[in-house]
Nanobody, 125 residues
Framework: QVQLAESGGGLVQPGDSLRLSCGRA????????VGWFRQAPGRERVFVAA???????YYDDSVKGRFTISRDNTKTTVHLQMSSLKPEDTAVYYC???????????????????WGQGTQVTVSS
């Protein structure tokens, strides 16, 4: 059983920073690809960033240069550091994990079997 839990969401102003965390209860992400997705009101869930088991990192163009995904040394937590936040970053952010994702599929939510409950990020002045 892979149980994920996100934390760190909140209400911030444009230009602020926020760090989201995704933890796995009772296990590590050592052999998992972990992705972050977001879903804005009335819109589909979309890919934000992912880190593969080998440490390779991928970003959507909309967040490249502003967001940083990382994994702690214990490999039990994956962070999403978000900087220069914009109102259009407002969404529920989800982390997802799977141990069997090929590179061409990591941007698709359907590739991930395990999901957290989501955390709300609101960027507003």
């Amino acid at each position: 059983q892979v149980q994920l839990a996100e934390s760190g969401g909140g209400l911030v102003q444009p230009g602020d920073s926020l760090r989201l965390s995704c933890g796995r209860a009772g296990g590590t992400f050592q052999s998992y690809t972990v992705g972050w997705f977001r879903q804005a009101p009335g819109r589909e869930r979309v890919f934000v960033a992912a880190i593969r088991a080998n440490g390779y990192i991928y970003y959507d163009d909309s967040v490249k240069g502003r967001f940083t995904i990382s994994r702690d040394n214990t490999k039990t937590t994956v962070h999403l550091q978000m900087s220069s936040l914009k109102p259009e970053d407002t969404a529920v952010y989800y982390c997802a994990a799977d141990s069997s994702i090929i590179l061409s599929q990591l941007r698709f939510g359907s590739s991930y079997r395990h999901w957290g409950q989501g955390t709300q990020v609101t960027v507003s002045s």
